[in-house]
């Protein structure tokens, strides 16, 4: 069965503090994605990969930073938290080419800035 | 850039009859697909059905259905006998060939016993 975990479920941390979100996928996908949930304004892309050590900016791609050093694995760094990116972060992955493939999702980290 | 707008932040449905939940996109692409994903309280997103814009009929998964008028840029679902575990945040999602997919905002669905 297709799998996307996300390590953390719910996060509390202080302005200022750097933050690794964690998604391991489990279907060999090339393509893997973050994603930003908020009230009212639906899914905005952050950043996604196509292959390993590859990176493209979404559209809000300010404040975070990303990481793929294993196929598997695809990490959203806040380098330094702000308030206004408390919010539901949401990983997903999808199989290769082809704009028709399932985009498959993890269960979202709830992240809270104080 | 593609958008997507979703003019129903809210809906609400009597169980075991029929809602539509409406989506209007905007794309300067050919090919591209539509999906619609289902949020439940438990935030695990699920596909519910996908569209390809080169095919005419209609797409049909169980209790769901879509009305596709490309032209129009309009893909509405529907959903038939609706049951107290279709409510959900529902998402109009088009998806590209450049990897430019884009959400709508969401319609939030109450299904009443």
């Known amino acids: 069965d297709v799998k996307v975990t996300q390590s953390s479920r719910y996060l509390v941390k202080r302005t200022g503090e750097k933050v690794f979100l964690e998604c391991v996928q489990d279907?060999?996908?090339?393509?893997m994605f973050w994603y930003r949930q908020d009230p009212g304004l639906g899914l905005r892309l952050i950043y996604f990969?196509?292959?390993?050590?590859?990176?493209e900016k979404g559209d809000i791609p300010e404040g975070y930073s990303v990481s793929r050093e294993k196929k598997e694995r695809f990490s959203l760094i806040l380098e330094s938290a702000s308030t206004n990116q408390t919010s539901m972060y949401l990983c997903?992955?999808?199989?290769?080419?082809?704009?028709?493939?399932?985009?498959?999702f993890g269960e979202g980290s709830w992240l809270t800035v104080v | 850039a593609q958008t997507v707008t979703q003019s129903q932040p809210e809906m609400s449905v009597q169980e075991a009859e029929t809602v539509t939940l409406s989506c209007t996109y905007d794309?300067?692409?050919?090919?591209?697909?539509l999906f619609w994903y289902k949020q439940p309280p438990s935030r695990q997103m699920i596909l519910v059905i996908r569209?390809?814009?080169?095919?005419?009929q209609n797409a049909t998964e169980n209790r769901f259905s879509v009305n596709f008028q490309k032209a129009a840029k309009s893909f509405s679902l529907k959903i038939s006998d609706s049951q107290l575990g279709d409510a959900a945040m529902y998402f109009c999602?088009?998806?590209?060939?450049?990897?430019?997919?884009?959400f709508g905002a969401g319609t939030r669905l109450t299904v009443k016993p």
């Open positions: 997903a992955s999808r199989p290769g080419t082809g704009s028709g493939n399932t985009i498959y």
């Open positions: 279907m060999d996908h090339e393509n």
């Open positions: 990969s196509y292959d390993v050590k590859m990176k």
């Open positions: 794309t300067s692409e050919s090919d591209y697909y």
């Open positions: 569209q390809e814009a080169y095919k005419q």
């Open positions: 999602v088009i998806w590209d060939n450049n990897n430019d997919m884009r």
